[in-house]
T-cell receptor, first 114, second 111 residues
Framework: DAGVTQSPTHLIKTRGQHVTLRCSPI?????VSWYQQVLGQGPQFIFQ???????GRGNFPDRFSARQFPNYSSELNVNALLLGDSALYLC?????????????FGPGTRLLVL | AQRVTQPEKLLSVFKGAPVELKCNYS??????LFWYVQYSRQRLQLLLR??SRESIKGFTADLNKGETSFHLKKPFAQEEDSAMYYC?????????????FGQGTTLQVKP
């Protein structure tokens, strides 16, 4: 199993543009979470989806949106990009076993907004 | 507000020395605490969780609710322990999966 995969690995955009980031979870995992990691900081929670429904949302503006597909893959969309959106975007898929949830992280997509 | 604080950005020790990476949290309920590790050029991965009460790669962490701490300890550091360590909190509601991370501590183990 390749683990959680994300695409693209790197992306350069300009202010005002729109971006779509993609995530494929580990086979059998039905939940996907998105995090933003700014340089020098820990990851910050953006969204979680479970069975195609939003289950949690962090403190991010409406420019950020996401969805989950029937195959449990997910997209994160960011509109009207700002310089401050430059960050590493992490996707994590999770499995719930024995009442515990363990999140497995992908390698991330590094977004640079110029 | 829920918060995780890792007061040290960098911890540098010699091989064989004891290590303690500090983590304090702010949460009113019953939290679930984790330590994640990121080795150079690798993805973030779970090291241990407080519920399991296990030792992974010689590391242990005990949840101290009185001091709201979850410090990570290892009696004898190895060079391969050099990495970025993140303490994280899940607010404990079932199946929400929202992890709150600290800022991270870089552990540097010198030969």
């Amino acid at each position: 199993d390749a683990g959680v995969t994300q695409s693209p690995t790197h992306l350069i955009k300009t202010r005002g543009q729109h971006v779509t980031l993609r995530c494929s979870p580990i086979s059998g995992h039905k939940s996907v979470s998105w995090y933003q990691q700014v340089l020098g900081q820990g990851p910050q929670f953006i969204f979680q989806y479970y069975e195609k429904e939003e289950r949690g949302r962090g403190n991010f503006p409406d420019r950020f949106s996401a969805r989950q597909f029937p195959n449990y893959s997910s997209e994160l969309n960011v509109n009207a990009l700002l310089l401050g959106d430059s960050a590493l975007y992490l996707c994590a898929s999770s499995l719930i076993a024995g009442g515990r949830e363990t999140q497995y992280f992908g390698p991330g997509t590094r977004l640079l907004v110029l | 507000a829920q918060r995780v604080t890792q007061p040290e950005k960098l911890l540098s020790v010699f091989k064989g020395a004891p290590v303690e990476l500090k983590c304090n949290y702010s949460y009113s309920g019953s939290p679930e605490l984790f330590w994640y590790v990121q080795y150079s050029r690798q993805r973030l991965q779970l090291l241990l969780r407080h519920i399991s009460r296990e030792s992974i790669k010689g590391f242990t962490a005990d949840l101290n609710k009185g001091e709201t701490s979850f410090h990570l300890k290892k009696p004898f550091a190895q060079e391969e322990d050099s990495a970025m360590y993140y303490c994280a909190l899940n607010h404990g509601s079932s199946n929400t999966g929202k992890l709150i991370f600290g800022q991270g501590t870089t552990l540097q183990v010198k030969p």
